[in-house]
């Protein structure tokens, strides 16, 4: 068995140019990855998407969350929101926004009467400092909202 290899004559400065490529399009992804983050605006617009023009109230959305978060891989973050659950008063869902993540929707928590309370913990991924939004919709047609602000130290989408 005969083995055959064939050689290329290949110059330095084509060499030098495919590194040069590579080095460009590895740079070029950095510089895009900003573009996708969400910014209070965007918060503001999904909100306004859900929940129209209603006015919301303060004093019935608690939320949990630290306000220095060491390692932003895992942030732990709870909600609770102030209400009998009967069949006539009750929540119907909890909105959760952030405003510098890719995306400013980050969960929504569905609630029925049977539910016996409006309470949810999660742990959520923060790429870097920001605030994080809770928005209780009631049965009733009333809108709470609560905002606090998340300093994070490491970011957890490799910041």
Not at 44 to 53: E, F
Not at 128 to 157: F, P
Request: some cysteine; charged content about 20%; hydrophobic content about 45%.
């Amino acid at each position: 068995m005969s083995e055959q290899f064939i050689t290329q004559n290949i110059r330095r400065r084509d060499v030098l140019a495919m590194a040069g490529t590579g080095v460009v399009a590895a740079g070029s992804i950095g510089l895009f990855a900003g573009d996708a983050m969400a910014d209070p605006a965007a918060v503001a617009k999904a909100i306004k998407d859900q929940i129209g023009d209603k006015k919301t109230m303060s004093g019935a959305v608690t939320l949990e969350l630290p306000q220095i978060a060491e390692n932003g891989n895992t942030v732990p973050i709870g909600v609770e929101v102030k209400s009998p659950m009967t069949s006539s008063d009750y929540v119907k869902a909890v909105h959760i926004y952030a405003d510098k993540n890719p995306s400013a929707e980050v969960a929504t928590f569905r609630f029925t009467p049977e539910s016996g309370k409006a309470k949810v913990s999660l742990r959520m991924r923060m790429i870097k400092s920001q605030n994080i939004v809770a928005v209780a919709e009631m049965s009733n047609g009333m809108v709470h909202m609560v905002k606090n602000a998340v300093k994070v130290t490491i970011g957890g989408c490799g910041g």
